[in-house]
């Protein structure tokens, strides 16, 4: 479980606040998008839930365990950080090396480090594009490659920044699919409203650092007049009924 | 772009050689670091002028890249570069050293067209024996090596990220050209007035998508304490291959293997 509470957050030097007294729960299994305009924050949420800042005020507790650095092993464990660029996240030379980073690093024995690896592919249905080599991959094909680098570790916190940007319709329908097989707890940062629309249960509206509205999908990506006061429209799957 | 293109090939194709299954790859890097730094201070300690042995040190390099089935006219184009830097070090030498030891035909053999030729080549075996190192051995288990021979963290872990860097930083560079050459297609290479904004813009998105990378390794467990301690042992075959080359390279080094070869038919 995820527990945010009165948490306010501004980037070193910087005078405005970017996150403002923010407070909200996320119980495990459940699917969370994270919405707003750019500028919002949505990023900042992420990063300090993964304790990328820790200079915040108030309280992040993530399964019983503040974000705080003494904590960040443990923490980081139990969270799968799917970056937005596919491209800084996949660093080494093939897609089983990359796939097999965080197991090694985590001190796994060999063989646990192949079951995972291989198990990570297999769940996301890219066991063939094991041996390729990261560049020679297509961008649905590198989004793909990217979660299986965090499954690698078996979180059980799946957080997706901006997942389809640059992915054409057919690899965000395959990573629509894919997002919805996966079990745990999932947080999805977009401005994809038709990709929060298809993939998360509840969802939370973020203007100017400030918790909107945080209550049920369909409810919030129904209500245009709300999203058009924070800088954003229905999704297109609305907009054409 | 072409040249921006090759070079970011280039390194992935390092990248996926040192990740191959080939026998050198299986080798323990720990002995594949030591050889390669004992075959660099022997070839360094060969005398300027000693052309002779200079050149049997290339046995060595031959057979690394029969058994590790690497080639050395690839490896010597990748190389160019530095190489045309060799030879600009030791064109010095035949200006400053003009003592005539014989004659080819009628053209002059100085000594100082001897230890250029020597430097050279050592120049030439020192950084191939490095690149194929490089070739059969991935970056992270070269800093394991390191770290096996009690290398500082920070300088092993500088080594890492630099490595993993170049591909960040080519991308970016790349990016750049593009957007340039699209806004100045009858501009041959970068108008000197535009150097330091994309230099400058250069550095900053570097920084930036260096400092994500960093960010996914570390979101990855990445801890530059723990991450080279691997214990793993130097296997029987290892050994072997240590013993086989050291020994090699000690004849190459304290035997005039090419005079005695010529000694049998003279």
């Known amino acids: 479980m995820i527990e945010v509470k009165e948490v306010s957050f501004s980037y070193n030097g910087s005078k405005k606040q970017t996150l403002s007294n923010m407070n909200f729960k996320i119980e495990n299994e459940e699917s969370v998008g994270i919405i707003g305009a750019n500028g919002a924050g949505k990023s900042t949420i992420l990063k300090l839930l993964v304790g990328l ?22 923490i980081r464990q139990k969270i799968g950080y799917v970056f937005q660029d596919s491209d800084s996240q996949l660093f080494m030379p093939t897609v089983y090396e990359d796939v097999a980073f965080a197991p090694r690093n985590y001190g796994f024995s060999k063989e646990e480090v192949d079951a995972r690896t291989i198990e990570a592919l297999k769940s996301i249905g890219i066991e063939e594009l094991q041996d390729r080599q990261i560049y020679r991959l297509s961008g649905g094909e590198k989004k793909l490659a990217s979660i ?94 | 772009m072409n040249k921006i293109d ?8 390092m990248d996926y050689y040192a990740n191959h299954n080939g026998y050198l790859n299986k080798i323990h890097p720990l002995v594949k670091l030591l050889i390669t730094i004992i075959y660099i201070v022997l070839l360094t300690s060969i005398d300027k002028y000693n052309l002779v042995m200079t050149l049997a040190m290339s046995i060595y390099l031959i057979l690394i890249s029969i058994i590790g089935d690497l080639s050395i006219k690839n490896a010597l184009k990748n190389l160019k570069v530095v190489l045309l830097l060799l030879f600009i070090l030791g064109i010095a030498n035949p ?17 100082g067209m001897i230890s250029m030729f020597t ?17 059969t051995t991935s970056i992270e288990e070269i800093c394991y090596a390191l770290k096996m021979i009690h290398m500082p963290n920070i300088l092993i872990t500088v080594v890492m990220l ?30 000197y007035k535009a150097w ?18 960093y960010e996914s390794m570390e979101l990855r467990g990445f ?44």
């Open chain 1, 53 to 74: 800042e820790l200079s915040y005020q108030g309280n992040i507790i993530i399964n019983n365990l503040k974000v705080e650095k003494q904590n960040l092993q443990e």
């Open chain 1, 148 to 241: 299986a680098t965090v499954l690698s570790m078996k979180p059980d916190i799946l957080i997706f920044d901006e997942p389809t940007i640059a992915l054409d319709p057919k690899n965000r329908r395959r990573f629509i699919n894919v997002l919805n097989s996966l079990k745990g707890m999932k947080i999805v940062t977009s401005h994809d409203l038709d990709l929060i629309y298809d993939t998360c249960d509840r969802t939370i509206l973020i203007a100017d650092g400030k918790i909107i509205f945080d209550g049920d999908t369909k409810t919030i990506l129904q209500n245009k007049d709300l999203l058009e006061n924070n800088g954003l429209e229905l999704p297109l799957s609305l907009q054409r009924r």
């Open chain 2, 6 to 13: 090759n070079a970011i090939k280039t390194v992935h194709h």
């Open chain 2, 95 to 111: 200006i400053l050293d003009r003592t005539i030891i014989t004659y080819i035909g009628i053209v002059p053999v100085t000594t």
């Open chain 2, 119 to 135: 430097l050279l080549l050592k120049g030439i075996f020192a950084i191939l024996a490095s690149y194929f190192l490089i070739l």
């Open chain 2, 162 to 191: 630099i490595y993993r860097y170049i591909i960040v930083f080519l991308k970016e560079v790349q990016r750049i050209w593009v957007a340039y050459q699209m806004r100045a297609p009858k501009q041959k290479g970068v108008h």
């Open chain 2, 196 to 213: 330091g904004s994309l230099i400058g813009s250069l550095m900053l998105r570097s920084i930036d998508r260096a400092q994500v990378v």
């Open chain 2, 223 to 266: 801890n530059p304490d723990t991450f080279f301690v691997k214990k793993e042992k130097v296997d029987k075959k290892s050994w072997v291959y240590f013993c086989l080359m050291l020994a090699l390279l000690i004849i190459l080094r304290f035997v005039p293997i090419f005079e005695i070869i010529g000694g049998i038919f003279i």
